[in-house]
């Protein structure tokens, strides 16, 4: 028999449930629950970084979201993870994400100062573990997709309350009002720390999401990849003004370098047809298998064969790999999201999320879809209203939220 890595903790659920007799295990089941969720669906309408329907070849938060799954999968199955596991959380890692992206993260922080402040990552543990129709306690309440612990603490990247994190970026990943779910999750944890599939799960993203926006910001046209095509000086700034402080021109130059000697690195200009597209699928490859064989290698080296699971060892990401994927995000970061010519429609998707919340406060519930009516009407104080309101303003795709502006807002 094959021994289980995961201990009875790993299996147990916040609302207990029968048994099942399907065959499948209860991770399998797990998988299950997010795939078929409304959340998941939405994504298909959410920017990932041009708004959704912008081009039918760019990625929206769904496709994102299906090659995160693909490379934590792998890369949690090498380590000894459930694959499962990081299967799942990465699915989910982007639920909790509002309209436009990043943008309207900002702006539903802003709005929700008065309860406790908005976290694309606490809304996701919101979404799983209350929000979503599901399952329910004895006593009424939704507990959400009722996740396995192991699942769970899978799918939260910053395992500590607003106002901790100790590196200045004001992320955290869970509100005030979850914290019994939270604490439950966390249940002999160690203080702060992450499983390792939640960070197999994390580092996915970065490498799907360093990889694919490149991509997508070539074939876009927004810029090119030849030696010299770069405006290095910009590209620096952004690193250190988004992703890394401590990042140096000469690491990121070196970082840069190493890419541009890759055999796969493009040499000429990118012009649409099938041949300068295959260059640029087997860039990304390639890209993919590097980064994550090189954390593959440095945590096996560092903690063994495995199975790793749960708290018992970290994934290991050498310097040089963390440089490369941040020169990349950096890349697309100032070509596409710092544009200039994004500038005033970014603004104008901030003021209408703060103008759909003030319109659906001034509604006082009735203008809420049933389920965050429900929630308005028992809402006990302004704080706790505000955060239903904020709810159902989360909830809305890149699509939806425009509509509810013409509706509610002329």
């Given at each position: 028999?094959?021994?289980?890595?995961?201990?009875?903790?790993?299996?147990?659920?916040?609302?207990?449930?029968?048994?099942?007799?399907?065959?499948?295990?209860?991770?399998?089941?797990?998988?299950?629950?997010?795939?078929?969720?409304?959340?998941?669906?939405?994504?298909?309408?959410?920017?990932?970084?041009?708004?959704?329907?912008?081009?039918?070849?760019?990625?929206?938060?769904?496709?994102?979201?299906?090659?995160?799954?693909?490379?934590?999968?792998?890369?949690?199955?090498?380590?000894?993870?459930?694959?499962?596991?990081?299967?799942?959380?990465?699915?989910?890692?982007?639920?909790?994400?509002?309209?436009?992206?990043?943008?309207?993260?900002?702006?539903?922080?802003?709005?929700?100062?008065?309860?406790?402040?908005?976290?694309?990552?606490?809304?996701?543990?919101?979404?799983?573990?209350?929000?979503?129709?599901?399952?329910?306690?004895?006593?009424?309440?939704?507990?959400?997709?009722?996740?396995?612990?192991g699942t769970l603490s899978a799918c939260v990247?910053?395992?500590?309350?607003?106002?901790?994190?100790?590196?200045?970026?004001?992320?955290?990943?869970?509100?005030?009002?979850?914290?019994?779910?939270?604490?439950?999750?966390?249940?002999?944890?160690?203080?702060?720390?992450?499983?390792?599939?939640?960070?197999?799960?994390?580092?996915?993203?970065?490498?799907?999401?360093?990889?694919?926006d490149v991509e997508d910001g070539v074939v876009?046209?927004?810029?090119?990849?030849?030696?010299?095509?770069?405006?290095?000086?910009?590209?620096?700034?952004?690193?250190?003004?988004?992703?890394?402080?401590?990042?140096?021109?000469?690491?990121?130059?070196?970082?840069?370098?190493?890419?541009?000697?890759?055999?796969?690195?493009?040499?000429?200009?990118?012009?649409?047809?099938?041949?300068?597209?295959?260059?640029?699928?087997?860039?990304?490859?390639?890209?993919?298998?590097?980064?994550?064989?090189?954390?593959?290698?440095?945590?096996i080296e560092a903690w063994g064969s495995g199975?790793?699971?749960?708290?018992?060892?970290?994934?290991?990401?050498?310097?040089?790999?963390?440089?490369?994927?941040?020169?990349?995000?950096?890349?697309?970061?100032?070509?596409?999201?710092?544009?200039?010519?994004?500038?005033?429609?970014?603004?104008?998707?901030?003021?209408?999320?703060?103008?759909?919340?003030?319109?659906?406060?001034?509604?006082?519930?009735?203008?809420?879809?049933?389920?965050?009516?429900?929630?308005?009407?028992?809402?006990?104080?302004?704080?706790?209203?505000?955060?239903?309101?904020?709810?159902?303003?989360?909830?809305?795709?890149?699509?939806?939220?425009?509509?509810?502006?013409?509706?509610?807002?002329?």
């Amino acid at each position: 028999m094959t021994h289980d890595p995961y201990g009875d903790e790993a299996y147990e659920r916040y609302v207990d449930e029968p048994p099942k007799r399907s065959g499948r295990t209860s991770f399998e089941r797990d998988r299950g629950r997010i795939v078929h969720s409304a959340a998941l669906r939405r994504l298909s309408a959410k920017t990932q970084v041009m708004g959704a329907g912008f081009d039918d070849f760019v990625r929206n938060r769904l496709t994102h979201s299906l090659e995160v799954a693909q490379v934590a999968r792998e890369l949690g199955k090498a380590l000894g993870c459930d694959p499962e596991i990081v299967d799942s959380a990465a699915l989910a890692h982007d639920l909790g994400h509002p309209p436009f992206g990043h943008n309207g993260e900002v702006a539903l922080d802003e709005a929700a100062q008065s309860c406790g402040g908005f976290e694309g990552n606490a809304q996701t543990l919101r979404i799983l573990s209350r929000l979503e129709s599901k399952t329910f306690a004895p006593d009424g309440r939704s507990v959400g997709l009722n996740l396995t612990r192991g699942t769970l603490s899978a799918c939260v990247k910053y395992p500590w309350r607003r106002g901790e994190d100790t590196d200045g970026s004001g992320k955290f990943g869970v509100y005030a009002d979850d914290l019994p779910v939270f604490e439950w999750l966390r249940d002999g944890a160690p203080a702060r720390r992450r499983p390792i599939e939640a960070q197999v799960m994390d580092l996915s993203d970065d490498i799907a999401y360093s990889v694919h926006d490149v991509e997508d910001g070539v074939v876009g046209g927004w810029f090119g990849l030849r030696v010299g095509d770069l405006d290095i000086a910009s590209i620096h700034d952004v690193a250190r003004d988004w992703y890394d402080p401590t990042a140096t021109d000469d690491r990121l130059d070196a970082a840069l370098a190493r890419l541009e000697e890759m055999p796969e690195w493009p040499t000429t200009s990118f012009d649409g047809r099938r041949a300068e597209r295959a260059v640029l699928k087997s860039l990304t490859s390639a890209l993919i298998g590097r980064f994550a064989n090189a954390a593959e290698g440095a945590t096996i080296e560092a903690w063994g064969s495995g199975p790793l699971t749960r708290y018992g060892a970290d994934l290991e990401v050498p310097v040089d790999t963390r440089d490369e994927i941040t020169v990349l995000k950096s890349i697309a970061a100032h070509y596409v999201m710092r544009s200039d010519d994004r500038a005033m429609m970014l603004g104008q998707q901030r003021e209408l999320l703060h103008e759909l919340v003030r319109a659906l406060d001034r509604s006082e519930g009735r203008e809420l879809e049933a389920e965050f009516a429900q929630d308005f009407a028992e809402a006990q104080d302004d704080a706790a209203r505000r955060r239903v309101v904020i709810d159902q303003v989360a909830s809305l795709t890149d699509v939806s939220a425009r509509a509810w502006g013409l509706r509610l807002l002329g």
